[in-house]
């Protein structure tokens, strides 16, 4: 199974900045997938990246306020850029294969 | 569309208690069937999986079996702890590849209690 690892593993920030999290995998992997879970609530998908690509947004979800980068087949970051308190979640980083493995997420606090 | 439905929570059991966890699925095709954990203060685990029908799935004394005909992929343990206490996600990918995100139920929040 993939080994994955996540910067920060939690933040509180001010409303209106913007945060990087890292997703780092400990082999080369095709696709990778953002999600965000809000508190008490199941995940949902942001984005699927796709190294060499343009990540592809859900519904909801715009590149403006989730940039993404995929610069190898074994790291990608997510920004939440010009954050809100709604913006408070987990994020979750997930690799592809026959069996989807995920990060320890990224426990994000905007006040 | 894709869909999993999951039987509300929370779930409380004593400890040793037989545990039943609810979950039907909607899909196209054969989808491949997975269980998730997500203890307090942690991410997503792996519990277990199937990705054919009549396949059972079984890891630290759960099981679900893919049952095509009735859509259905019910998680049990017949003797829960209170270690096991957590949030299980049922979810599904539409294709066997993997190369698609899951598709998540809402998650059953389960409390054991000694």
């Known amino acids: 199974s993939a080994v994955i690892s996540q910067k920060p593993s939690r933040d509180i920030c001010q409303r209106g900045t913007s945060l990087t999290i890292q997703c780092q995998v400990d082999s080369q992997v095709t696709m990778m997938f953002w999600y965000r879970q809000q508190p008490g609530q199941s995940l949902t998908l942001i984005a699927t990246a796709n190294q060499g690509s343009e990540a592809t947004y859900e519904s909801g979800f715009v590149i403006d306020k989730f940039p993404i980068s995929r610069p190898n087949l074994t790291f990608s970051t997510l920004t939440v850029s010009n954050m809100s308190p709604e913006d408070s979640s987990i994020y979750l980083c997930?690799?592809?294969?026959?069996?989807?493995?995920f990060g320890p997420g990224t426990r994000l606090l905007v006040l | 569309g894709n869909s999993v439905t999951q039987m509300e929570g929370p779930v409380t059991l004593s400890e040793e208690a037989f545990l039943t966890i609810n979950c039907t699925y909607t899909?196209?095709?054969?989808?491949?069937l997975f269980w998730y954990v997500q203890y307090p203060g942690e991410g997503l685990q792996l519990l277990l999986k199937a990705t054919k029908a009549d396949d059972k799935g079984s890891n630290k004394g759960f099981e679900a079996t893919y049952r095509k005909e009735t859509t259905s992929f019910h998680l049990e343990k017949g003797s829960v702890q209170v270690s096991d206490s957590a949030v299980y996600f049922c979810a599904l990918t539409p294709l066997s590849s993997g190369n698609t995100p899951l598709v998540f139920g809402k998650g059953t929040r389960l409390s054991v209690i000694a």
């Open positions: 997930s690799v592809g294969g026959e069996t989807q493995y």
């Open positions: 899909a196209t095709g054969y989808p491949s």
